[in-house]
């Protein structure tokens, strides 16, 4: 019940930035935990950052500590990711991903809902 659509992805050099955005729509949107994974070609899914509903929980891996800050507008019923200081390991395909708030307490995994994937590139 829960449709995710992503957005923002790019090419961008080395040392630069990106903000994704996540539209989320459906039922007892309060229910979930939103975030975003990554994937690389030959690597699995990794859980990147995620945030509760009120904003007052979040989760980081540590690959992107001090780099990227997820944020959300209730309100209009988006997530956001800057990513700043990007790096070509940053390389990958980015999903919205939707979780129960439990999962953010556990480096939001497992997800149950998955937005269509936005591609970003880091690359001279």
């Known amino acids: 019940q829960l449709h995710l659509v992503e957005s923002g992805g790019g090419l961008v050099q080395p040392g630069g930035s990106l903000r994704l955005s996540c539209a989320a729509s459906g039922f007892t949107l309060d229910y979930y935990a939103l975030g975003w994974f990554r994937q690389a070609p030959g690597k699995e899914r990794e859980g990147v950052s995620c945030?509760?509903?009120?904003?007052?929980?979040?989760y980081y891996a540590d690959s992107v500590k001090g780099r990227f800050t997820i944020s959300e507008d209730y309100s209009k019923n988006t997530v956001y990711l800057q990513m700043n200081n990007l790096k070509p390991e940053d390389t990958a395909v980015y999903y919205c991903?939707?979780?129960?708030?439990?999962?953010?307490?556990?480096?939001?995994?497992?997800?149950?809902?998955w937005g269509q994937g936005t591609q970003v590139t880091v690359s001279s």
């Open positions: 991903a939707g979780m129960t708030k439990a999962a953010l307490r556990a480096g939001c995994s497992p997800a149950s809902y």
């Open positions: 945030i509760s509903s009120s904003g007052d929980s979040t």
